[in-house]
């Protein structure tokens, strides 16, 4: 039996905000559609002030029809939890705190994919960071997907990766494994990169940053060995260059 292409994207969608300052989840959406991948994992997914509360609603996603969330089940602290009756103070003024992911990392996956296993990790670093893993069943085929979105600090995304590729050996379950993110590494298959050789292959995707101009490629995808990259790219569309200041990337993996 064949193993079964499996398209998987990433995507630092800025909290919705395009590069004309507007903030417009539908174009999120539009672009993903146009993708039209098994499974994208997004960067700045949440809004990181107020509620914290997903910058796509969830009944924007569902409407959609294309996606459904990798449900973590966590929530990040909000200035109510520090006021006497704040969080009840939310509900009655009927304010959205619900978020997509962790620390801005979510992972949305086609209907039918099933979901094995879930959770949020947290990651080293002197602001709040995390990552989150998914365990799916694609097709018949098991894979572990990785999101992330790592620091400014080269020290600390040095750090972060060790943090994560520790996890992964840990994991009860071992699978195939493809790590997808903002990696904020400039330098083009050199610095914090280098940590994930040998057991991992760099998809290459090419430059997403900026939107406008990309020159530079800061949004990775990490394929495991035992995976094959059988195609790669940069999403480049009219929707795309005005949805966010990333461009999203995407790969085509097949079992070797």
């Not at 990785?146 to 943090?163: E, F, I, N, P």
Request: with cysteine; charged share 25%.
């Amino acid at each position: 039996m064949t193993s079964p292409t499996i398209t998987v994207a990433s995507y630092n969608m800025r909290k919705a905000i395009g590069i004309d300052r507007r903030r417009r989840p539908d174009r999120v959406l539009a672009v993903l559609q146009e993708m039209d991948a098994d499974i994208v994992a997004l960067q700045e997914a949440d809004k990181r002030f107020g509620t914290r509360a997903s910058a796509v609603p969830h009944a924007l996603i569902d409407s959609h029809g294309l996606y459904k969330p990798v449900e973590f089940g966590v929530s990040h602290s909000r200035l109510a939890h520090a006021i006497p009756f704040g969080e009840a103070l939310e509900t009655k003024l009927g304010l959205t705190t619900r978020n997509l992911g962790w620390h801005g990392n979510a992972i949305l996956v086609k209907r039918e994919i099933e979901i094995i296993g879930f959770e949020p990790l947290d990651l080293p670093t002197l602001e709040p960071r995390g990552a989150v893993v998914a365990e799916l069943n694609v097709r018949g085929t098991e894979l572990r997907v990785v999101g992330m979105h790592l620091d400014l600090s080269g020290l600390w995304r040095k750090r972060q990766v060790h943090t994560i590729l520790e996890h992964i050996r840990r994991r009860h379950r071992p699978m195939p494994t493809i790590i997808m993110g903002d990696t904020n590494e400039w330098r083009d298959g050199g610095g914090v990169l280098t940590e994930f050789l040998p057991g991992f292959q760099l998809a290459d995707t090419g430059p997403s940053f900026h939107a406008r101009r990309p020159v530079a490629a800061l949004d990775r995808i990490i394929v495991d060995r035992r995976l094959k990259i059988a195609s790669c790219g940069v999403h480049r569309s009219a929707a795309a260059a005005k949805a966010s200041d990333h461009l999203p990337v995407w790969a085509k993996v097949t079992g070797h």
